[in-house]
Structure formats: structure tokens, C-alpha cells
């Protein structure tokens, strides 16, 4: 099973996720923040933008002939490369469509049509842009250490 972890990962965040937040959206929505079309774009884009970079990093794995999908330093250094790039590449989007493409937006009216009853401090566009710089920060650290576990 761990030969499989990124696709299980892609299915379970991304595809598992996407239908989730589809079905919430549609629920719970509040048709001032969210149409039935918007709800489905939303869902979709982010099943697909979970879902292929994890099928990229597990087809790396499978390439790389190894068991450790999250030890990066067991990895060959070719895939090792690509991966880290892809995991990199992955955040740099993150960051430009949170700060500059309007995903703040609606990321905060997403947390808002969903969980109405949270205070704005944790739904507002701002928390959101925090919260994407705080993940690429985990993230770059989780990335640092994998890549130079011994």
C-alpha cells in the first residue's frame, strides 16, 4: 500500500475532497456566494489541482523503483529533483492564486457559504492569504527535511 501512497493521497484530498466540497457547497450554499456552476467549478479545479501533481510525484515513485514515498532522500536524485521542483512549483500557484488571482476571495466565501457560524477573523481573505503563506512555510520545511534526511 505505501508503493501507492501519492495516488491514494490524490484520490483521497483531491478526488474524495473535490466531491466533498461539491456536495457542501451545494447543501449549505449560500446563493449569494455561491452558485450551483461556481460550486462545481471550485470543486472540480481543486480535485484536479490536488489530484495531478499527486499522480505525478506517484508515477516518480514508481519510476524510482523504491517503498518510501515521503523520505525524499531515498529517492534517486533524478526523481528527487523533479519531485521537489513539482512540490515547488505546486506552492509558488498556491501563493499567486491566493495573493493575486482572486483564490482568497474565494477560499473566504467557500469557509463562509460552509461553516456560516465561524467568527470572520477565521473566514476572511486576509486569514486565508495568512494561511497559504503559513502551509508554503510548513511545507518548506517539511520539504527541507525529507530531502536531507539521513
Known sequence: MITHFWLLCGIW???FGGIYNWFSLNNQRNAELFTRQRALTCSRNYAVAILTPCL????LQLSANIKSPNILA???SLQRNIAS???IICWAALLVWVNFWGG???LSDMMRATRPNNPEIFTSETAMRILSILVVISGSIGLWASVNAT
Open 85 to 87: 521542483v513539482i512540490i
Open 104 to 106: 482568497a476571495k474565494t
Open 74 to 76: 531515498d529517492w534517486p
Open 56 to 59: 505525478a510525484l506517484w508515477l
Open 13 to 15: 484530498a483531491g478526488l
